[in-house]
């Protein structure tokens, strides 16, 4: 299956930079866009976990240059030497009830790491689009029957949501001051909010998946909190899709600079005990209990409305929720019990799946 041509073949032979690719979304978007011919390049930190996806795909032909966003002059010096053309924005403090206890290392990575990265865009005359990729966290917590759309207030309760609602206010002010807004000729920002994203390769901490995944492999069961909270559940490659969609409107001069949704299917926003049941009938050793709490606070329902990706980008979720789930849980068995790594397999299917729906971006077989 050529994979080059998707998405108009925009990114066949073009210089990508992934920040954050040593993590979870990182990993498989650098993996994608190596299956599209682009030659890639990745600043990040070490991974944070093992074993690590990254470690595991072995993609030994993606410059990696390992830096932190803190530091202004070595992000500055990657751009300087790499030139690249795209550059896929998702190096974060990514974790809720983490960034209770290091709000300071939150603000500090996910809002002026992103001002560093900016500036060396900036000053990057190569570069022509960024995507900054944000959160559903984002939104003002205020949920509505029919999910948040692009246009509904920012807010934040937690260091998290506040840091990336201030992400998005930056990428705002930095399209209309300094980027296309004001017709330099320089890059176009657009930024994007993905939902709560599961499938192989997410064994971070205090993430609902990664957790059960490391729970059954030892056969306790997980203290769960929250049982009833609603998230919309999507796996990886479907945020991904939208991310490579919105980098080619960008590099193609469509009108796509600013927010956007990303969201799973209608029947996969559901509350969390309903994922896990779903997920103890693919593998029973999925087993939890109660946590006692307190718990910090976290909202009691996320839902996106996704109609602007779908009217304007011509973009559409793949997999409902029980593929989503088989293939995730699938992934972590074959993985655990059998050493297999089906990332590869996965993303062909994805695409070949998205291909028989019809979707846009996939083109034709």
Not at 209 to 216: E, G, N, Q, T, Y
């Amino acid at each position: 299956m050529a994979l080059n041509t998707l998405f108009g073949g925009a990114y066949a032979g073009r210089r990508v930079l992934v920040t954050g690719h040593t993590g979870f979304k990182g990993s498989w978007l650098a993996l994608w866009l190596r299956e599209l011919g682009a030659h890639v390049a990745g600043l990040a930190l070490d991974p944070i976990t093992t074993p690590a996806h990254w470690d595991l795909l072995g993609l030994d032909d993606v410059t990696d240059h390992r830096v932190d966003l803190r530091n202004a002059d070595a992000v500055r010096r990657v751009l300087e030497q790499y030139q690249p053309e795209v550059i896929f924005h998702l190096a974060a403090k990514p974790l809720v009830r983490r960034s209770y206890a290091e709000p300071v290392e939150t603000f500090a990575t996910n809002v002026m790491g992103l001002i560093n990265l900016l500036e060396a865009a900036r000053a990057c005359t190569s570069t022509r689009a960024v995507v900054n990729v944000t959160t559903d966290k984002v939104y003002l917590d205020q949920p509505t029957d029919n999910g948040y759309n692009e246009a509904c207030p920012l807010g934040g309760h937690d260091p998290y949501s506040t840091s990336k609602a201030c992400a998005e206010l930056v990428s705002d002010c930095y399209r209309k001051s300094y980027f296309h807004s004001v017709g330099n000729g320089g890059a176009c920002i657009a930024t994007a909010r993905a939902g709560n994203v599961i499938g192989g390769g997410d064994w971070s901490e205090d993430r609902l998946v990664s957790d059960l995944v490391r729970a059954a492999v030892a056969n306790t069961p997980l203290r769960l909190r929250n049982p009833d909270a609603v998230r919309p559940w999507q796996h990886v490659l479907e945020p991904l899709s939208g991310y490579l969609r919105l980098g080619q409107g960008l590099l193609a001069g469509e009108p796509v600079e600013g927010p956007w949704n990303f969201g799973p299917a209608d029947d996969a926003t559901v509350p969390v005990a309903t994922l896990v049941a779903r997920m103890r009938e693919r593998w029973p050793s999925v087993l939890v209990e109660p946590s006692p709490g307190p718990h910090p606070h976290e909202a009691s329902t996320l839902r996106l409305d996704c109609s602007k990706a779908a009217h304007e980008l011509g973009w559409y979720p793949v997999w409902n929720a029980a593929t989503t789930v088989a293939r995730t849980v699938d992934w972590y068995r074959a993985f655990h019990q059998n050493g297999e790594l089906c990332s590869k397999n996965d993303l062909r299917d994805y695409i070949t799946d998205a291909r028989a729906a019809g979707i846009e971006w996939a083109g034709r077989s």
